[in-house]
Every structure is written in structure tokens, then in C-alpha cells.
């Protein structure tokens, strides 16, 4: 069964907003990553064993973090266009189902039908 063109763009709708949500959150776990990067690079230049293994577990984590929500953008992008696709053949389809409705209405009163012949007699 068809899939109604309406629910196809709200599909579109939600998976793009889905896509730049994780988006967003790579990035601000991307920037994470890079701040805790910078924490860990300094305690090791201070030797502050405190602080290295605070800011290598943090580093890790984040990155592990990003890592996650890269893979999964990369993996809604084709969603994501399979669904417009599948949205623009619906509108296509649709478009094509009301051209061809209104061709043969437009079409059954010419000529020597018998709609045509009806509208020629009449005396509004």
C-alpha cells in the first residue's frame, strides 16, 4: 500500500531535523574532545598525574562520543535521501493522477461527445 504523500514529508521533516541534531552534538563532542586534548597535552607538560588521568579519560570519552554520532549521521544520510526520493515519485505520481483526471474531464466535453452535444443544445 502507497505511503500518503503526507506522511512522506513529514518523514522528510522529522529525519532532517534527527540529522541536525546529531550534527550538533558531533560537533559539541568533537569540541569536547579537543578541549580535554588540550587539558591533557598541559598536565603532561606539568606532570600532574591528577589531572592526566582525568583529562585522558575525559579526551577518550568524548571522542569515543563523536565517533559514535559520526557514524550515525553518516548512516541517516541515506535515509534521509531515500525518503525525499521516495517523496518526490509520490508527488510525481500524484501530479501525474490529476493531470490525466483533468485531461479526460476537459477532453469528455468536446468534440461529438455527448457531454459536448448536451452544452450545444441547451438555451440558458
Not at 546529531?22 to 591528577?50: F, I, P, T, V
Not at 577518550?60 to 526520493?85: H, M
Request: glycine residues 4%.
Amino acid at each position: 500500500m502507497p505511503v500518503p504523500c503526507s506522511l512522506l514529508s513529514e518523514g522528510v521533516s522529522h529525519s532532517r531535523v534527527a540529522q541536525e541534531i546529531a550534527q550538533r552534538d558531533y560537533a559539541k563532542a568533537q569540541a569536547e574532545a579537543d578541549k580535554w586534548e588540550q587539558e591533557y597535552q598541559l598536565a603532561l607538560k606539568g606532570s600532574n598525574q591528577d589531572l592526566i588521568s582525568q583529562a585522558k579519560f575525559q579526551k577518550e570519552r568524548y571522542q569515543a562520543i563523536a565517533s559514535r554520532l559520526k557514524k550515525l549521521v553518516g548512516e541517516q544520510q541515506p535515509q534521509v535521501d531515500a525518503i525525499k526520493s521516495s517523496l518526490k515519485s509520490w508527488e510525481q505520481k500524484v501530479s501525474e493522477a490529476q493531470n490525466k483526471v483533468l485531461s479526460s474531464k476537459g477532453a469528455s466535453c468536446f468534440g461529438g461527445s455527448p457531454c459536448a452535444k448536451a452544452h450545444a443544445t441547451r438555451t440558458d
